[in-house]
């Protein structure tokens, strides 16, 4: 009779095994290579804010405040140049001939109304192109004049832009159209020196750069992976069957995201290399286990018997409390993270679970030589971790103070931690698109929309009621003059230009009407002259609601949430007539991101109590569950001190590293502590309960661990400053949470259970 506890005993299993997963990864690839990416911020927006729900309100009601695109071309003999102005007009003309283009404005299209004679008021341009020798005073009144200085010619009178807005409608490959039709435009116009900013552009440049990173960063970490396999184990299947496990793990978690999301956002992206990295480990303690075995029972199916029953249970708990880090991240509101969690937390247990079945089953079918390791090579870790034992006892109160002033130091860094978040931050330097928006910054009124949407409190008043007039023109005062807002336009811009009009140009007629004759006059020509659709844009029919749309500098998001504030308290104060609501998607990514920042620590909490929890029940003592979260809590404090002290931001791409470190990191405390009950029945006393643990489980938790830091240090490749951020923070997490295992860890079991027996 068989042994009950066996659970490969013959081949059959094995080859079953196998031709199921393989089986089953034919299946799948068919369905993962439907898989896109879906890259839109506003699928991070709290989708039942009412802050949301008010923008998509106020989108609908007039447009969109991110369909536009920013062209720049420069001409370094200067813009206000007959041949460059003719160039521009020419670029105009066809831009807005191109297919999804709605609207375009130009320096050569800008209008503005003037009285004459007889014929009355017209719409006059504000450059004389055909008139040469009029350049000289339209340069001087177009500098002179706010709405148009910073707004389309440039600061240093060398460049002008062109402001496109497109169909807001199209598909994300009809924008990549778009962008690619605008750029063979400029070029061949020979424009030379132009840039581009805009969502389409953002949006192009992300998606190329993701797909980019996705294969490097995924072919990194593997080239990575095989050298530290062939360094570690140095046989052929040892590197060839984890790498295949990976494969076909991944391809599982890919195409189950395919069928149940549809899409990859641009968090999603990481999850190829997350799972690489997070899935070697399984691989490694299962063919340490298995060199270990193998060299006691001299026989491979016993050993991979005994490696499945004694590594098993520890390898599940490990994968999950990694998902428990992941799924955390559920309580965050916001459907993209609650995927990105849910579908790594999915990966990492299928990875497990393709592990646990199908590298004992390659093992089985293999040549034993293949997989075992020479006793001479497992001494020299015992070199190694021997005297490393005796160390970590003979120094446990320089431990004890260093780590204490580590924790003292780390919490004056968290004091110093800031949320906040910039546009430009996810950038790399050495990319085109943040050199464009740069230029934008620099030159013009900014690259990020502010909005604003009013209503009018008495729906028997209109804009054309003096106080009403005046209030809205107050508030655009207050954005133009205080807030630093540029381009600023709305119903109010057109009151202005038509009163300096209606009274022969003059720049102090730039103003609303100060008596009701003015007023009445102004209503007069509005109503005769102006096109409804010229305005649908900035007010309503009926005229109860209204827009303000300006550009604003990168500030940041601190800086703007300060500038909001007081704007608000403005508001407060001065305007009653006028219900007054700041809006827009960058307005959204700034409430997103610090929401974010503050959720996460529900969902740290979260992972804190589940692992406590398992803990407990693993062992059956509270004492126990508590000491196994410090070696892991203190990494996190460490990492939140270093963001502090050195200035890395907290925003929605780097709080994740939290969750996510500390799901990864206890898995060396897990391996540690089972591996010291084990242990602890047949050891001498407690000190050599652990030291038999470190010895046999050290080796396993210093490669891993180097392994998973490596790995993410890959990430350093990205252009992406998020991503660039979250494998260097993780992988400081990784390196300090295994010192802290390894030094810390016994030291606190010890003075837990000084006092009591060996069982």
Not at 337 to 358: D, E, H, K, P, R
Not at 659 to 683: C, M, Q, S, W
Not at 697 to 706: D, E, V
Request: hydrophobic share 45%.
């Amino acid at each position: 009779m068989k042994n009950k506890k066996e659970i490969v005993s013959s081949k059959k299993l094995p080859w079953f095994i196998i031709i199921v997963t393989a089986a089953l990864t034919a299946m799948a690839i068919p369905r993962l290579l439907q898989l896109k990416i879906d890259y839109d911020i506003e699928n991070f927006f709290d989708p039942e804010d009412s802050d949301l729900i008010y923008y998509h309100q106020h989108r609908e009601t007039f447009e969109s405040d991110n369909n536009f695109i920013l062209i720049a071309i420069e001409n370094k003999k200067g813009i206000f140049n007959e041949d460059f102005l003719h160039l521009i007009d020419s670029v105009t003309k066809h831009l807005k001939d191109l297919k999804y283009v709605e609207n375009i404005v130009s320096p050569t299209t800008l209008k503005k109304v003037i009285k004459v004679p007889i014929v009355g008021y017209i719409n006059a341009p504000v450059i004389h192109l055909n008139e040469p020798e009029r350049l000289a005073e339209d340069k001087e009144i177009i500098y002179n004049t706010n709405d148009f200085f910073q707004s389309f010619f440039s600061q240093d009178t060398a460049s002008v832009l062109i402001y496109l807005t497109k169909d807001v409608s199209i598909s994300a490959s009809a924008n990549d159209s778009l962008l690619h039709n605008i750029e063979s435009t400029l070029k061949t116009f020979n424009c030379g020196d132009f840039h581009i900013a805009g969502k389409i552009k953002t949006q192009n440049y992300y998606v190329t750069t993701v797909n980019k990173e996705m294969k490097l960063l995924t072919a990194a970490t593997s080239l990575l992976l095989v050298l530290f396999l062939i360094y570690t184990f140095k046989r052929f299947w040892s590197v060839a069957v984890p790498l295949l496990i990976l494969l076909t793990s991944l391809i599982f978690t890919m195409t189950l995201i395919q069928v149940f999301i549809g899409a990859l956002d641009l968090l999603m992206t990481l999850i190829p290399t997350l799972l690489f990295i997070i899935g070697v480990s399984n691989s490694v303690h299962i063919l340490t286990g298995y060199n270990e075995e193998y060299l006691i029972e001299n026989n491979k199916y016993k050993a991979v018997n005994n490696t499945i029953m004694k590594i098993g249970k520890t390898t599940f708990l490990t994968a999950l409390t990694t998902a428990i880090g992941f799924i955390s991240l559920y309580f965050i509101d916001i459907p993209p993270i609650q995927n990105f969690g849910i579908a790594t937390a999915v990966g990492v247990m299928i990875t497990w679970l393709v592990s646990i079945t199908v590298l004992p089953s390659a093992i089985c079918i293999t040549q034993t030589k293949k997989y075992t390791n020479n006793l001479k090579k497992e001494k020299k870790w015992d070199k190694i971790l021997t005297p490393l034992f005796h160390l970590i006892f003979k120094y446990k109160k320089h431990t004890i103070v260093i780590a204490s002033l580590l924790f003292v130091i780390s919490v004056i860094g968290i004091y110093k931690l800031e949320t906040n978040n910039y546009v430009l931050d996810d950038l790399s330097e050495k990319s085109s698109l943040k050199k464009d928006m740069r230029f934008f910054e620099s030159q013009f009124a900014g690259i990020r929309p502010f909005e604003m949407g009013f209503a009018l409190k008495d729906t028997s008043l209109t804009i054309f009621d003096i106080q009403v007039a005046r209030e809205i023109d107050t508030v655009q005062y207050y954005l133009e003059n205080v807030y630093g807002a540029k381009m600023s336009y709305s119903a109010m811009t057109i009151m202005k230009e038509i009163n300096r009009s209606i009274n022969g140009g003059k720049q102090e007629y730039y103003r609303v009407p100060n008596s009701i004759q003015e007023m009445k006059n102004i209503k007069k020509y509005f109503d005769k002259n102006v096109d409804e659709t010229a305005t649908s844009t900035l007010l309503t029919k009926e005229g109860g609601k209204g827009r303000i749309s300006s550009k604003i500098h990168d500030l940041g998001q601190k800086k703007v949430t300060e500038l909001n504030q007081n704007l608000r308290e403005f508001l407060n104060k001065n305007i009653h007539l006028v219900d007054f609501r700041i809006t827009g998607a960058p307005d959204m990514m700034d409430k997103t991101s610090a929401y974010i920042s503050t959720q996460i620590i529900k969902g740290l909490i979260f992972s804190f109590l589940v692992v406590a929890l398992l803990m407990g029940i693993l062992f059956k003592s509270v004492k126990i569950a508590l000491i196994s979260l410090i070696p892991n809590v203190l990494p996190l404090v460490f990492v939140a001190g270093l963001m502090g002290l050195i200035g890395i931001d907290l925003k929605f791409s780097t709080v994740v590293i939290f969750t996510i470190g500390f799901g990864i990191a206890v898995d060396d405390t897990i391996h540690l502590l089972v591996r010291y009950k084990i242990e602890l029945p047949n050891a001498r006393d407690k000190k050599d309960a652990l030291f038999q643990s470190i010895k046999t489980t050290g080796k396993a938790l210093i490669i891993t661990s180097f392994v998973l830091s490596s790995g993410f240090l890959t990430f350093l490749l990205s252009d992406f400053s998020s991503t660039f951020y979250i494998g260097l923070l993780i992988s400081i997490t990784l390196l300090f949470a295994l010192i802290s295992d390894l030094f810390l860890l016994p030291i606190l079991i010890l003075a837990i259970d000084k006092n009591k027996e060996t069982k």
